[in-house]
């Protein structure tokens, strides 16, 4: 009897004992899979726009130049395709994560930690075009799109400011805010992902 005891357990008689896997890493890295396809299209609509931008404005210049916040720089370009890399990595992350594999709780964290400072520079830099333009509608006040950009008034371009902030808020800070707390603090081992030590969420 004493060596019945003592006889190990054969991995067939371990899966007995094995919980069943949590549910919360398919709906995670659903989500992750979701937002940063969302946003890497979102991005790709408004690097097209942005591309056209130029050709689509000559005719409303009259003569007038490009304003300099119409005008991408390499800048620009490096933040873009900064943003699109990471974009791409929450998108892995997420995979991997409905997969259950731990390597993807360090890819959304990684995304998660860069993100907030990243959007919170693109919001200066979007701060800073909109003081260019309206620079730019001063010094061509008989231009179609500046007058156009003044007919609003001082209301319509605060309300634009508290949009544009909104937004960086929501896109920018809490999604990802979600992401670092949930994998920073939350659930923060593999054991968790995998059920051995965590039940149905």
């Given at each position: 009897?004493?060596?019945?005891l ?7 008689d ?30 790709g ?5 942005i591309?056209y ?64 400072p ?32 003044t ?7 605060q ?18 805010a ?24």
């Amino acid at each position: 009897m004493n060596d019945q005891l003592t006889e190990p357990i054969d991995s067939h008689d371990e899966d007995l004992f094995a919980g069943p896997a949590p549910a919360w890493p398919k709906w995670i890295g659903g989500f992750a899979i979701g937002w940063g396809g969302l946003m890497l299209t979102c991005t790709g609509i408004m690097s097209a726009y942005i591309l056209y931008l130029p050709k689509m404005m000559e005719p409303m210049l009259e003569g007038a130049p490009l304003p300099e916040a119409m005008q991408l720089g390499l800048l620009d370009w490096s933040l873009m395709a900064v943003g699109i890399l990471a974009l791409l990595l929450l998108i892995v992350g997420g995979v991997l994560c409905v997969m259950r594999n731990p390597l993807s709780r360090v890819l959304i964290l990684i995304w998660g930690i860069s993100s907030i400072p990243f959007s919170l520079v693109n919001y200066v830099r979007q701060m800073d075009a909109q003081e260019s333009m309206r620079a730019w509608a001063q010094q061509y006040p008989d231009n179609t799109i500046a007058q156009n950009m003044t007919a609003g008034g001082q209301s319509a371009q605060q309300i634009g400011e508290v949009v544009g902030l909104a937004m960086t808020i929501v896109l920018g800070i809490i999604v990802p805010a979600f992401f670092v707390v949930w994998f920073g603090f939350i659930k923060t081992k593999p054991a968790q992902m995998l059920g051995a030590e965590e039940e149905i969420i």
